[in-house]
């Protein structure tokens, strides 16, 4: 299941950011851009996983304030 997910694009670039629990073994939290997978990191540690998901949030913050437009949020 997701716990955040969310897909930027301006022009032809597209950036697709994930966090999700994993059966019992963590959390998965992730980064494609332009369909290339540059970061995939297994999280057991709460705290980490707080800290991945707040840097995503201001990531996303900043570059939509830069012209990227959010494509989707999966549910």
Request: glycine content about 4%.
């Amino acid at each position: 299941m997701h716990m955040f997910a969310v897909s930027i694009q301006r022009a032809e670039h597209v950036r697709r950011y994930c966090i999700r629990s994993t059966e019992g073994a963590g959390w998965e939290v992730s980064l494609e851009e332009d369909r290339a997978l540059t970061r995939r990191v297994l999280y057991h540690d709460w705290h980490r996983v707080e800290r991945a998901l707040e840097i995503f949030r201001r990531e996303v913050a900043d570059l939509t304030a830069q012209g990227w437009e959010v494509r989707s949020i999966p549910s």
